[in-house]
């Protein structure tokens, strides 16, 4: 398995529109990734910690690949699109990691 992340840090002013994400953007992660080894995909909305405290994050989404090559096919299609979207919901620069998932 082979997952990307990507962290959408908090910052004071920030804009986040969670429902354009959740029904709009994941709409075309679905679309676009899943014809090419896309197996699994999550969204997180960050809260308060048990603290109180503000969460570190707005968001974080998860995007699972049967292998680094299927995640380079569908990123050669689908990055153009997803990463032109993003200003449609937030003006945060998400913070993106890739790797293999271990058990």
Known sequence: MF???????????AKFDWDYYTTKHFQLV???????GLVASS?????PGPDGGPPP???IATMDFESPEAFQEAFA???PVLMG?????TDIQPVITIGPVHA
């Open 3 to 13: 997952r990307m992340t990507a962290f959408y840090p908090a910052r004071e002013g």
């Open 30 to 36: 679905q679309e676009l990734c899943r014809p090419n």
């Open 43 to 47: 969204a997180q909305q960050c809260v």
């Open 57 to 59: 994050h707005v968001a």
């Open 77 to 79: 299609v689908a990055a």
């Open 85 to 89: 979207d993003i200003p449609n919901f």
